[in-house]
């Protein structure tokens, strides 16, 4: 079901330790292999009805950060309007809760500043008799970051990428929705070697509460830091808040999200670009960061796959013969060892110019982030996103495009087989597949993008079906920045 092409990159890091050497070898194709003691690796909604589920939020910024805002998103797209019960956790503050009715083929979105106003809250959403999908979005003057709530605590939880730099900040929320206590060990690896910070460890989450750790003032000037949490007892959401501020010059940008809750042995990115700023292209560079937390060494492979011909235009419509993908280089061959991370390079002069989605695997659990940078009105606008361990053949994205922004669809087709794949709106008349987009050719392995701009549906919920295994990544851009973020598969129990 699970499709990997060989591809071709390049090591940035060349070394760890003494332990990262890349050559070139042949991608596996096996099924991913997942860490997590049963809990999902990344947010996904459920195959089958429940009576009710939970979506824990791990926090954005709620009215009192200065030059920051945030919201969460309740997408309904069936034909019955349901009850959810919202409760919000701001820092320092006791727990605001309420029910609310979100219709029928409709959403509603909650604006903490108004019921919870802090410098940052988290929430728990629980619907009864529905499923529904929820996600969380951030918007401050260094960008805009849009991304999906868990349905459950972990005992784990991963980050394979952060920066604590001059020019940046990197905060850990920590979201406790339970009434008893939550204690948590941090680990952390940065580009030099692993370490353990006193500080961080048996940290207490007091129940009902949400805590943000600033780990930059603590863990100082690091270019890469990736983090290893372990709940020792209680239950606990882990979430991210990096900031890039643009500084002389830097990177510019905002992450805000969940962290892994899962280790896989496969991972997969569904936008990555480079440019040269030649005629038609921006500079853009992308880099994957791969952290094992584990005991043993991982042998990891990192495969590229360029885009479909012209990917910036509509795809073709049904009945079009799809065009071929192009042939994808060797990929590189990463050891990474235990309790330390590498990076990889994807901006080689051997990768072609243009879009591209990736696959990692690896021979142990680990955690991939991709770093995407972009030039974007003479300032490099970064971001970071987790991959996906999973592959589905459905795909939701809640909250849309913030007002005034645009976004783009990248659609990977994860598997070795040809299918069909279906861009939907959901309105006033329910779910309706965009004209042109009703039943789009997917070649094997093929990446195609989709502008919502083009259809005027940035700011809809979104719903992607596929006849194979997609990956489905959203990309929103606006005049202070972009951010790219997986939607939620339909997937698990």
Request: charged fraction near 15%; glycine fraction near 10%.
């Amino acid at each position: 079901m699970k499709f990997a092409r060989p591809i071709m990159v390049t090591v940035l890091a060349a070394s760890v330790g003494g332990l990262v050497w890349a050559d070139r070898h042949p991608a596996t194709s096996t099924a991913p292999v997942l860490a997590g003691a049963g809990v999902l690796p990344m947010a996904a909604i459920p195959t089958t009805a429940h009576l009710s589920t939970s979506w824990y939020c791990p926090g954005v910024p709620a009215g009192t950060m200065v030059g920051a805002s945030g919201s969460f998103t309740i997408a309904n797209s069936s034909e019955s309007e349901f009850s959810t019960r919202v409760t919000l956790f701001p820092v320092g503050k006791d727990p605001v809760a309420s029910t609310i009715i979100v219709p029928a083929r409709g959403r509603k979105v909650i604006n903490p500043a108004e019921t919870a106003p802090s410098t940052m809250a988290a929430a728990l959403i629980e619907m009864s008799g529905a499923v529904g999908a929820v996600e969380q979005t951030a918007i401050s003057q260094e960008g805009v970051s849009v991304s999906a709530c868990v349905l459950e605590p972990s005992p784990n939880w991963y980050l394979a990428d952060g920066a604590t730099r001059s020019d940046s900040s990197m905060s850990l929320t920590l979201f406790n929705p339970s009434p008893t206590d939550a204690v948590v060990d941090l680990a952390f690896a940065d580009e030099e070697n692993a370490r353990v910070t006193k500080k961080f460890e048996g940290r207490v989450v007091p129940g009902r509460s949400l805590v943000v750790l600033d780990i930059s003032q603590v863990i100082l000037r690091k270019e890469r830091l990736s983090v290893a949490a372990t709940v020792r007892s209680g239950s606990l959401v882990m979430g991210r808040f990096q900031v890039f501020r643009g500084d002389n010059g830097s990177r510019r940008g905002l992450m805000v999200g969940a962290a892994a809750p899962a280790l896989s042995t496969e991972w997969r990115f569904a936008a990555g670009q480079k440019g040269d700023g030649g005629p038609g292209t921006l500079p853009a560079s992308t880099r994957v960061i791969a952290h094992n937390p584990g005991t043993s060494d991982a042998t990891v492979f990192v495969t590229s796959f360029p885009a479909t011909p012209d990917p910036i235009t509509a795809p073709s419509a049904e009945g079009t013969p799809p065009a071929s993908s192009p042939a994808a280089p060797d990929p590189i061959r990463v050891v990474v060892a235990a309790r330390q991370s590498a990076t990889v390079d994807l901006n080689a002069d051997q990768v072609p110019i243009g879009l591209f989605s990736v696959v990692v695997t690896s021979d142990e659990p680990i955690v991939v982030e991709r770093a995407l940078d972009r030039l974007q009105n003479n300032v490099n606008v970064a971001t970071l996103q987790m991959g996906s361990p999973l592959a589905a053949g459905e795909w939701h994205l809640a909250a849309g495009a913030p007002e005034g922004m645009q976004a783009t669809l990248q659609v990977m087709n994860a598997t070795g087989l040809p299918g069909k794949v279906t861009i939907k709106a959901l309105g006033p008349a329910g779910l309706v597949a965009l004209p042109g987009w009703e039943s789009v050719a997917l070649t094997e392995g093929a990446l195609i993008r989709f502008d919502l701009g083009e259809k005027n549906v940035s700011a809809d919920s979104i719903v992607v079906t596929s006849t194979v295994d997609v990956v489905v990544e959203r990309v929103i851009r606006g005049a202070n920045g972009w951010s790219s973020a997986l939607g939620l598969p339909v997937a698990g129990p």
